[in-house]
């Protein structure tokens, strides 16, 4: 009897044991269970919310791809017409600056044509003058003459100055007039080399005879083919020709 009681009592622990077990296993599942469901209804939100912002983002990403495509049609219209006003401009300014050089050029040129003239015609009457001056000078070199002979030989090289801003043809127009002697007589002058002088006012003996150094290292670079020593005799043949001719005279 006490067994049998002993025995109840055990199985009745042990049932009792294994109750609340369950009892406890199936409240932790429960709770493990509430979690797993709150995690999802979480992840859910997330999920709605992240989906939400998506199609938020896509809206924004078409409107923004629609006003890029209206802002880049707009800014090659504006490009194309900024460079036919860039091409016009630079037209119009190639097109002053032309006008306006051509402008300046003429007036410019209107200017040295008359200044040229001017000068011409005054520099030809001044050595016309000293031309007849030299003629009447004494055969005994005087001061007066040294100073005529200076300013005939300043003169001289004025007309060569402006032989070359005018040309040749248009310089032998203005001293055509002008006396020249056979200064081929000189040795070393051979045609070209008479006509070079020429060109350069260098017409007479005397002018010859008092041309100065400096215009004889000219003649030196000039005429490479003739001896220096020759171009720098020319002056004393100039002066022995002169002497001769007047000699004659007597």
Same mark, same amino acid.
């Given at each position: 009897?006490?067994?049998?009681? #002993?025995?109840?009592?055990?199985?009745?622990?042990?049932?009792?044991?294994?109750?609340?077990?369950?009892?406890?296993?199936?409240?932790?599942?429960?709770?493990?269970?509430?979690?797993?469901?709150?995690?999802?209804?979480?992840?859910?939100?997330?999920?709605?919310?992240?989906?939400?912002?998506?199609?938020?983002?896509?809206?924004?990403?078409?409107?923004?791809?629609?006003?890029?495509?209206?802002?880049?049609?707009?800014?090659?219209?504006?490009?194309?017409?900024?460079?036919?006003?860039?091409?016009?401009?630079?037209?119009?300014?190639?097109?002053?600056?032309?006008?306006? #050089?051509?402008? /300046?050029?003429?007036?410019?040129?209107?200017?040295?044509?008359?200044?040229?003239?001017?000068?011409?015609?005054?520099?030809?009457?001044?050595? /016309?003058?000293?031309?007849?001056?030299?003629?009447?000078?004494? #055969? /005994?070199?005087?001061?007066?003459?040294?100073?005529?002979?200076?300013?005939?030989?300043?003169?001289?090289?004025?007309?060569?100055?402006?032989?070359?801003?005018?040309?040749?043809?248009?310089?032998?127009?203005?001293?055509?007039?002008?006396?020249?002697?056979?200064?081929?007589?000189?040795?070393?002058?051979?045609?070209? #080399?008479?006509?070079?002088?020429?060109?350069?006012?260098?017409?007479?003996?005397?002018?010859?005879?008092?041309?100065?150094?400096?215009?004889?290292?000219?003649?030196?670079?000039?005429?490479?083919?003739?001896?220096?020593?020759?171009?720098?005799?020319?002056?004393?043949?100039?002066?022995?020709?002169?002497?001769?001719?007047?000699?004659?005279?007597?």
């Amino acid at each position: 009897m006490n067994t049998e009681f #002993v025995l109840l009592v055990g199985l009745g622990v042990l049932l009792a044991a294994g109750l609340g077990y369950c009892a406890w296993r199936r409240s932790r599942l429960l709770q493990r269970w509430q979690q797993q469901e709150r995690e999802r209804d979480a992840l859910k939100s997330q999920y709605d919310q992240l989906r939400k912002e998506n199609f938020d983002l896509s809206q924004r990403l078409e409107q923004s791809q629609s006003q890029e495509k209206t802002y880049r049609a707009a800014y090659e219209d504006w490009k194309s017409r900024y460079a036919l006003l860039e091409e016009r401009h630079v037209q119009l300014k190639r097109e002053t600056e032309e006008r306006d #050089v051509n402008d /300046t050029a003429h007036v410019r040129e209107s200017l040295k044509e008359h200044s040229k003239d001017a000068e011409l015609e005054r520099l030809r009457l001044r050595v /016309t003058d000293l031309e007849g001056q030299l003629n009447q000078r004494p #055969v /005994t070199p005087s001061p007066e003459s040294k100073i005529v002979a200076d300013l005939k030989s300043v003169l001289d090289q004025h007309l060569a100055i402006i032989s070359k801003i005018i040309g040749d043809e248009k310089m032998e127009q203005y001293t055509q007039g002008l006396p020249s002697d056979p200064i081929h007589l000189i040795k070393g002058m051979d045609e070209r #080399v008479c006509t070079t002088l020429r060109e350069s006012g260098y017409r007479t003996f005397e002018q010859i005879a008092n041309a100065p150094r400096k215009e004889l290292r000219k003649w030196m670079t000039l005429f490479e083919d003739i001896d220096d020593k020759l171009i720098a005799s020319w002056p004393y043949q100039a002066e022995a020709i002169i002497n001769a001719f007047e000699m004659e005279k007597e």
